[in-house]
């Protein structure tokens, strides 16, 4: 029987070889994480009316034949339009044991091209997450906020962990963890789960941040890289220490913080509560066992923030605490670790864009 944690690499592995996870194509090495698996998408998005779950009556089949307006066919690449609805058939399948349930994620780069990529589930109440002995298909709703984008089959926009049993670390495992292995740079803010606060008083420079420009051209996700950053990106700047989140305007900001992800742990990164201000860090991803680790190759990485301003101009300061890390156990180490031997993006990371960009 598997321990209680987050599933390692080669537990997800045994799913596959189990059929736990099956697939329409055969699933690659390359999609297996330290933790996650990440999911490829299916060959036809369809364009529907509004986001949805399906209800716990109700498949996305059956409701896609509700809200679906027309089909797009993405095997030799097509645009998903800004501020549109889409929904993917993903090309994997799950039939989850007792006692196990999934949660997905947007993946890094997606997260930081302000995509906002949900996974939807037959009978689903929630987002992002698969209940406990669920079996069927999996979908992902796509809504690109800041950018149109260019996607085809096979490219994986989110990531799935697998949970069996009890997963969370109490705020006092939280504390003797860091006693052990420190977690964060400077004094750990404990308080259902880690603190991180937003870095607004860089060392070396009074760049800050960057904010997406409203007009822009096309992202193709194929492209690494490629694109220009001031063709899409305006950078903010500040000697203050604190900046002006505009309504509606969105932001890559980085945190103040450095952070570790030990090998027996992994992370999700949670908003913090809405009563600090009229923002949130965008609907954040998962970090691997080995992210930050100095052993890894990650000593001094940061957490970029993914922030939108909601309806009222908010000042944001330096140091502001603006979200938190949720560490979730481990059910086994994992075979490798998220950095340089899996050429990993953001291992060591400061203030980055998606990979998309050109450094």
């Not at 399948?93 to 006692?99: D, F, M």
Request: hydrophobic share 40%.
């Amino acid at each position: 029987m598997t321990s209680a944690g987050v599933l390692a690499d080669h537990q997800i592995r045994g799913m596959i070889d189990t059929g736990g996870i099956t697939a329409s194509a055969s699933i690659t090495s390359a999609q297996i994480q330290p933790a996650s698996l990440d999911l490829r998408l299916g060959t036809t998005a369809y364009r529907v009316r509004a986001s949805f779950l399906a209800g716990r009556n109700r498949t996305v089949a059956e409701r896609l034949g509700d809200f679906k307006m027309h089909a797009v066919d993405l095997t030799d690449g097509a645009v998903l339009e800004k501020g549109c609805v889409y929904v993917v058939p993903l090309m994997e399948n799950l039939s989850l044991p007792s006692g196990m349930t999934a949660a997905a994620s947007a993946k890094s780069s997606i997260g930081r091209l302000d995509l906002l990529t949900r996974i939807i589930t037959d009978h689903g109440v929630e987002f992002d997450r698969v209940p406990e002995g669920y079996t069927g298909p999996l979908y992902v709703e796509i809504c690109p906020r800041s950018f149109s984008v260019v996607v085809q089959p096979g490219q994986m926009l989110n990531q799935i962990i697998f949970r069996q049993g009890k997963t969370l670390m109490s705020d006092d495992d939280l504390r003797a963890l860091h006693d052990q292995t420190p977690i964060v740079s400077g004094d750990p803010v404990i308080s259902d789960g880690l603190g991180f606060s937003v870095d607004l008083k860089p060392a070396k420079s009074n760049l800050v941040g960057y904010r997406a420009k409203p007009h822009t051209g096309v992202v193709d996700l194929a492209k690494l890289n490629h694109y220009d950053p001031e063709e899409f990106w305006e950078e903010v700047h500040t000697d203050a220490g604190w900046i002006i989140l505009d309504p509606g305007a969105f932001y890559i900001l980085v945190s103040r913080e450095s952070i570790v992800i030990p090998p027996m742990q992994a992370a999700e990164m949670a908003p913090y509560l809405a009563m600090v201000g009229e923002f949130r860090v965008h609907y954040a991803g998962f970090f691997d066992p080995g992210f930050g680790y100095a052993k890894a190759g990650g000593a001094g990485s940061r957490g970029v923030l993914e922030v939108r301003c909601h309806e009222a101009p908010f000042v944001l300061e330096h140091g502001q605490i603006v979200g938190r890390l949720v560490y979730e156990n481990m059910a086994a180490m994992p075979e490798a670790l998220y950095g340089q031997e899996i050429k990993s993006n953001y291992q060591g990371q400061g203030l980055k864009l998606s990979k998309h960009f050109k450094a």
